[in-house]
C-alpha cells in the first residue's frame, strides 16, 4: 500500500473555464497582433491536488507530459503524485489545456517554495501564443483583455480587467458530437488565414475602447451585447475559411441565428467551438431559454445547453486537499 502524504505536504488548486470573446486585432498591419477579450466563467472547473511521493493512479498521458515538463524546467528531482479531481472538457473552446497547466504548474511550485509565476508557467509550457486570457483569468477571474503579442513579448500581457455583472448569464450551446480546431491543425489553420482589413480592426479597436469596456462597466447590458455582437462578427468573417463558416458546428450556427432573430445580439462562438454562447440579462432569462432549447432538441443527445454565470475570482490554491 502506498504511505499516505500527510494533508499539509498537499497543495490543491481550482481553477475556472473561460470564454475566448474574441480577437480585436487581426490585421497584420502593427508591431502587435491578436490581442483578446474574454471571462471566465463559472460552469466548468480544472481542480486538482499534488503531494510528494509516487503516483497512485494513472494519469492521463498529456497530463503525466505535462507534468515531467514542467519538473525538467523547473530542474526538480522528485516524485511528485498528481490527483485530478475535475477538469475542464478539453477542445471546446473552454481554455482546458491552459487551466491544466497553471493549475499543474501552480500546485507543484507552491507544494516546493517555488515562485507561482503565472506567466513563466505559461511560458514554460508553451502556453499564451496568441491569447493571454486564460493567463490572466487564472490570476484574476472576471472581465480581461490582453494587449497580444508584440516583438519581444513572452506572454500577452493584461491591459484590463474588470469584474463581470453578476446578474449577466451565459447560455453555453454544446456540440459533443465535435471537437474544436486545436493543436497542429490550429497553427496551420492561422498560417492559411488572410488578415482582416486595417480599417476593420481600427473600427473594432475602437468599439472596444469607447463602447465595450464603459458598457460593462456601467453595466449596460443593450450596448456591450452589441460590442460583443460586432466583436464575433469580426472573427467569424477572419476564421470562417478555417472552420467551415461563422460557427464550427452547424448545429450550434443554427441555434444561434435563431436566436439572434429574436432580437438578442451578444451571440458567438468560444475560440475555435464548437462551443457557441448567447449573453442574457439575467439567469431567470437564460434558464428559460435553456428549457426552451433543450425542449426543442430533446432528440439531438449530441447537443447541451448550460447556463453559466461570470466567475469574478482568481484561482484557488491551498495546502490541503480541498476537502470541505
Do not use: C
Not at 507530459?65 to 516524485?79: C, D, F, I, K, P
Not at 467569424?236 to 432580437?263: C, E, H, N
Request: hydrophobic share 40%.
Amino acid at each position: 500500500m502506498n504511505a499516505v502524504i500527510p494533508v499539509e505536504r498537499v497543495v490543491s488548486v481550482t481553477t475556472y473555464g473561460r470564454l475566448h470573446l474574441g480577437f480585436f486585432n487581426l490585421s497584420q498591419q502593427s508591431q502587435r497582433q491578436f490581442g483578446s477579450v474574454g471571462v471566465a466563467i463559472d460552469a466548468f472547473q480544472t481542480s486538482l491536488t499534488v503531494g510528494l511521493g509516487p503516483q497512485q493512479s494513472p494519469l492521463d498521458p498529456w497530463v503525466s507530459g505535462r507534468l515531467q515538463h514542467h519538473l525538467s524546467a523547473y530542474g526538480v528531482n522528485a516524485e511528485i503524485n498528481v490527483t485530478i479531481k475535475q477538469a475542464v472538457p478539453r477542445h471546446g473552446g473552454l481554455g482546458s489545456g491552459t487551466q491544466m497547466a497553471l493549475a499543474l504548474g501552480a500546485a507543484v511550485n507552491t507544494l516546493l517554495g517555488l515562485p507561482v509565476n503565472a506567466a513563466k508557467i505559461a511560458a514554460t509550457h508553451q502556453r499564451g501564443a496568441r491569447s493571454g486570457i486564460g493567463i490572466a483569468t487564472f490570476e484574476h477571474g472576471g472581465f480581461v483583455v490582453d494587449g497580444g503579442r508584440g516583438p519581444h513579448t513572452e506572454v500577452p500581457p493584461l491591459i484590463a480587467q474588470h469584474p463581470f455583472p453578476p446578474d449577466w448569464h451565459f447560455l453555453l450551446i454544446v456540440d459533443n458530437s465535435r471537437d474544436g480546431l486545436h493543436g497542429q491543425g490550429e497553427k496551420n489553420a492561422f498560417r492559411q488565414l488572410e488578415p482582416q482589413s486595417l480599417t476593420a480592426t481600427q473600427v473594432i479597436q475602437q468599439q472596444l475602447l469607447s463602447q465595450g469596456l464603459p458598457a460593462l462597466i456601467e453595466q449596460d447590458f443593450a450596448t456591450f451585447s452589441r460590442f460583443l455582437g460586432d466583436l464575433q462578427a469580426y472573427n467569424a468573417d477572419y476564421f470562417a475559411p478555417a472552420q467551415g463558416g461563422a460557427y464550427a458546428s452547424s448545429s450550434v450556427a443554427s441555434i444561434l441565428q435563431s436566436i439572434k432573430k429574436q432580437g438578442y445580439a451578444g451571440i458567438g462562438q468560444t475560440s475555435w467551438g464548437p462551443t457557441g454562447f448567447v449573453l442574457l440579462p439575467s439567469r431567470a432569462e437564460a434558464v428559460t431559454m435553456q428549457l426552451q432549447l433543450l425542449h426543442d432538441h430533446a432528440n439531438d443527445a449530441s447537443l447541451g445547453f448550460i447556463v453559466t454565470a461570470a466567475m469574478n475570482q482568481s484561482a484557488n490554491i491551498m495546502f490541503g486537499n480541498g476537502a470541505d
